[in-house]
């Protein structure tokens, strides 16, 4: 079957630095993206990976590594605005999307 | 578990038709229903939300008489796109909440939409 793996929750101070890892198994690929929810609100876009390595965007860097069925998201100088859960989703074969369960990020003063 | 199945995956029809789209939770049940289009730059926007047994609350902009939601039973939401015209072409993505977590949204695979 198709599966998306990435950590329910993780835990990071203000200032810092987190890396939000997701592993992937589906059939075929075809891009994967990282979307930023927050309580109540609908995803924002934050990256789309299709190439292997990396892509940075401001504080925000997405790197694939398709040979391994793997993606980080990493994010530098946390902010508390940050604190919100990050899906990765990936398109399979069929350009069908398929959703991680998401990542919720708590940021500590 | 917590899955969200969408129907069907993709579907091309001319324009003027009426196009269904159903969104399933099929090991749980949703009390509120997502229905969100993915535009070209990848960002989603929530067109209306749904919870069982009531009238769904559309997001400004949304036509409600075009876009026909209903939230029918727990683990049932369709989007009926009415008089579907080339604009209305896109990928529609649903989303339920009401698994385990009741404040995680689960996401479908999507519906591709192309009308000609």
């Known amino acids: 079957g198709q599966n998306i793996d990435q950590p329910t929750e993780m835990t990071a101070t203000e200032g810092a630095i987190v890396q939000i890892n997701c592993t992937y198994q589906?059939?075929?690929?075809?891009?994967l993206f990282w979307y930023q929810q927050h309580a109540g609100e609908a995803p924002t876009f934050l990256s789309y990976n299709v190439l292997d390595g990396l892509e940075e965007k401001g504080r925000f860097s997405s790197f694939l590594s398709r040979s391994k069925g793997y993606s980080y998201l990493l994010l530098k100088e946390l902010q508390m605005k940050d604190s919100a859960s990050y899906l990765c989703?990936?398109?399979?074969?069929?350009?069908?999307?398929?959703w991680g369960a998401g990542t919720k990020l708590i940021i500590k003063p | 578990g917590a899955v969200v199945s969408q129907h069907p995956s993709w579907v091309i029809c001319k324009s003027g038709t009426s196009v269904k789209i159903e969104c399933r939770s099929l090991?749980?049940?949703?009390?509120?229903m997502f229905w969100y289009r993915q535009f070209p730059k990848q960002s989603l926007m929530l067109m209306a939300t749904?919870?069982?047994?009531?009238?769904?609350?559309?997001e400004q902009g949304v036509e409600k008489d075009k876009f026909l939601i209903n939230h029918a039973s727990l683990t049932l939401s369709t989007l009926t796109v009415t008089s579907a015209h080339p604009e209305d072409s896109s990928f529609y993505i649903c989303s339920a909440k009401g698994g385990g977590d009741a404040d995680t949204q689960y996401f479908g695979p999507g519906t591709r939409l192309t009308v000609l």
């Open positions: 589906t059939s075929g690929f075809n891009g």
């Open positions: 090991d749980f049940q949703a009390t509120t």
């Open positions: 989703a990936v398109t399979d074969s069929n350009y069908q999307l398929i």
């Open positions: 749904s919870n069982e047994g009531s009238k769904a609350t559309y």
